[in-house]
């Protein structure tokens, strides 16, 4: 069965660092990019980054840039996402998203699977 789960969400202050962690089973990691999305009460789902299979390419949007940073380990099945420098506008539910045809978008409809999400507050 195929399965992506996420974890490492929490509460943090604002200037605070988090790390997301996706560990996916049911199928094998390196043949699929993983994106990192997030959704904000009352608002869409956005894409925040992804990676594609190898690593070797990594895309961020514009609002993380040089605060987040994509990563994977295909041995041990998993994908990870370093949050540093936090701010209120980061909260929401993080999800981690598996693409067969790594694209190298952060479009959410080019992604196959999601796992469940995990919440992210930054507050004060």
């Known amino acids: 069965q195929l399965q992506l789960v996420e974890s490492g969400g929490g509460l943090v202050q604002p200037g605070g660092s988090l790390r997301l962690s996706c560990a996916v089973s049911g199928f094998t990691l390196k043949y699929y990019a993983i994106g990192w999305f997030r959704q904000a009460p009352g608002k869409e789902r956005e894409g925040v980054s992804c990676?594609?299979?190898?690593?070797?390419?990594?895309v961020s949007a514009d609002s993380v840039k040089g605060r987040f940073t994509i990563s994977r380990d295909n041995a041990k099945n998993m994908v990870y996402l370093e949050m540093n420098s936090l701010k209120p506008e980061d909260t929401g539910v993080y999800y981690c998203a598996a693409d067969l045809r790594d694209t190298g978008l952060l479009t959410a409809n080019e992604y196959d699977y999601w796992g469940q999400g995990t919440q992210v507050t930054v507050s004060s």
């Open positions: 990676i594609s299979c190898t690593g070797g390419s990594t």
